[in-house]
Every structure is written in structure tokens, then in C-alpha cells.
């Protein structure tokens, strides 16, 4: 099976076929990986470059998105955690952004790397982090953001989470598109995470 399959499936928005394709790489679980960074994700980027020249339109983004978490869907149970859990780590998009997928790539390889992990969903106001900190007493949070204008969201996350005087208690991570390391640094996050495979890391670095 060739990766382009799946990448133009999830590009046309083929749920069916993309979903027959991950089946496929499933035969393979080592090809999975490889799987949702050559098909999946090039795809979403392909759809956003469309999107932004206005060739795409939200239902045909919301088509892909669907193509796109049928094959995830197939993939998932392969990440499943083996074992005693090694850390929790409570994860969100912050408030204003609904933008989920590459959230849920990086909460299927934090599980796969032992951790056990609280997700928050989507549009998530700082509130609902520092009580869920309070009652859950994660580790690490983990703030993903794809909007430029949720950038202040995460700020915001950040600065009640200190207000609430639990700063010290969790190590904070944050990635998504819209968030570069600058940003990250100069919020105050311990770690910045440029793709789903950093999660993982940066969340085994902060419990070592
Ligand atoms: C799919 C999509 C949608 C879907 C979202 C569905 C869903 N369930 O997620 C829908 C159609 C709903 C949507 C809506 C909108 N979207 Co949109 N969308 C996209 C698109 C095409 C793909 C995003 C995606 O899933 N990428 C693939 C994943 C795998 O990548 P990722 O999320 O970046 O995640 C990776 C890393 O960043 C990292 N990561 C992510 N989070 C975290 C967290 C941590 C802790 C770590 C360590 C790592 C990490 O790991 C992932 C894998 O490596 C992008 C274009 C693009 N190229 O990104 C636009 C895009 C993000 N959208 C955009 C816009 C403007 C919108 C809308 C405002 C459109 C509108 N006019 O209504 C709305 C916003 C709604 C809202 N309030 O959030 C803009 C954002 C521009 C900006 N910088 O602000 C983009 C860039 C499109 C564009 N070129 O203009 N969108």
C-alpha cells in the first residue's frame, strides 16, 4: 500500500477508502508511525494550503478531518498503553480554538510511552485546567493551539494556573501550530513541543 493512497483519501475527504488503507498499514504495525506523518499529516497540511487559497471550504476541510480520524481511529488501539502507568498528564486545546487532531496524536503517543492521560477535549478556559489540577494532580498539562488568536488563551492558562498557586506543582508543555519555542519561553512553559513525538520526550524529561 502506498502512503500517497492514504494521503490523497484523507485529502478528498474519502473516509471509506482511508479507512480500508489504515486497515492496510495495520498489517504492518511499524509502518504506522510513518503512516500518520506521511499520510495524515502532510494531508491536513495540503487541506490547510487549499483552505487558505480558498480552493477548500469548511465542509470540505470537515470531510478530511473525518477521513483523517477514520484511519486514526484504526490506528489508536495499536497505542495503547502496556503496563503501570508512569506519570499522569492532563491535556487541552485552550479556550476559543476547537482544532483537535494533532491534541489526540500526541495524547495516542504520550499513552504509548506509559503515560496515563486526562483529555480535556477542545476550547478548554483556563478555569477548567487549574480545577482539573486541583482535583486530578497531573504531573505535566499539556496546551495545544492552532489559532494565532489562542495564543493568549495558553498565556492566560498559564498565569491562573500560577495565580492558583499550583505552578510549581506541574510542568507545563505547549505545541500546536500557532505556538513557536520564542512564544513558549517567553510565557514561562518548561517544554515546547514542535510535533506529536515531543510529547512523549518532554513529558519523560520532567518526571525523570
Ligand atoms: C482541520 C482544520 C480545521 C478543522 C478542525 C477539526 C478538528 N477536529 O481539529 C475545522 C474545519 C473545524 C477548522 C476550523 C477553523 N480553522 Co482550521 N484548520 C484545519 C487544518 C486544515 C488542519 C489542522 C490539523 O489538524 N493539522 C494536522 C495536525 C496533525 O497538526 P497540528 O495540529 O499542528 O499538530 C501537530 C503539532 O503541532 C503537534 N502538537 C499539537 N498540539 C500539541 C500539543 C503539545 C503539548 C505538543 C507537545 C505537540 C502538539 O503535534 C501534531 C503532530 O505532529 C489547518 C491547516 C494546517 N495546515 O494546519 C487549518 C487552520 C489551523 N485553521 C485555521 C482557521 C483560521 C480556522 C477557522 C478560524 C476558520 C473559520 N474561518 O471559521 C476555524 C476555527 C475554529 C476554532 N474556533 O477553532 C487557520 C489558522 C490560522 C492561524 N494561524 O490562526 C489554519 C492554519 C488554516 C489556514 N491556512 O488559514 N479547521
Do not use: C
Not at 20 to 40: C, F, M, R, Y
Not at 154 to 165: F, H, L, N, P, W
Amino acid at each position: 500500500m502506498s502512503l500517497i493512497e492514504l494521503k490523497q483519501a484523507v485529502i478528498e475527504g474519502n473516509s471509506k477508502m482511508a479507512r480500508a488503507l489504515a486497515k492496510q498499514v495495520v498489517e504492518n504495525p511499524s509502518e504506522i508511525d510513518h503512516a500518520i506523518d506521511q499520510g495524515i499529516k502532510k494531508a491536513l497540511e495540503t487541506v490547510g494550503v487549499r483552505f487558505a487559497k480558498g480552493e477548500y471550504f469548511i465542509p470540505d476541510v470537515m470531510l478530511s478531518v473525518l477521513a483523517a480520524n477514520a484511519a486514526f481511529k484504526i490506528f489508536k488501539p495499536f497505542f495503547k498503553r502496556q503496563g503501570a502507568s508512569v506519570g499522569t498528564v492532563l491535556m487541552g486545546t485552550v479556550e476559543g480554538d476547537i482544532h483537535d487532531i494533532g491534541k489526540n496524536i500526541a495524547i495516542a503517543l504520550l499513552q504509548a510511552g506509559g503515560f496515563e492521560v486526562v483529555d480535556l477535549g477542545v476550547d478548554v478556559p483556563p478555569s477548567q485546567f487549574v480545577s482539573k489540577i486541583r482535583k486530578l494532580k497531573p504531573q505535566v498539562v499539556g496546551l495545544s493551539a492552532l489559532l494565532s488568536t489562542a495564543l493568549t488563551s495558553i498565556e492566560r492558562t498559564v498565569v491562573e494556573i500560577k495565580e492558583a498557586g499550583l505552578r510549581d506543582k506541574v510542568k507545563i508543555m505547549v505545541g500546536g501550530s500557532a505556538v513557536t519555542p520564542e512564544f513558549a519561553k517567553e510565557i514561562g512553559a518548561d517544554g515546547y513541543g514542535a510535533d506529536a513525538t515531543d510529547a512523549p520526550k518532554l513529558a519523560q524529561g520532567f518526571i525523570k
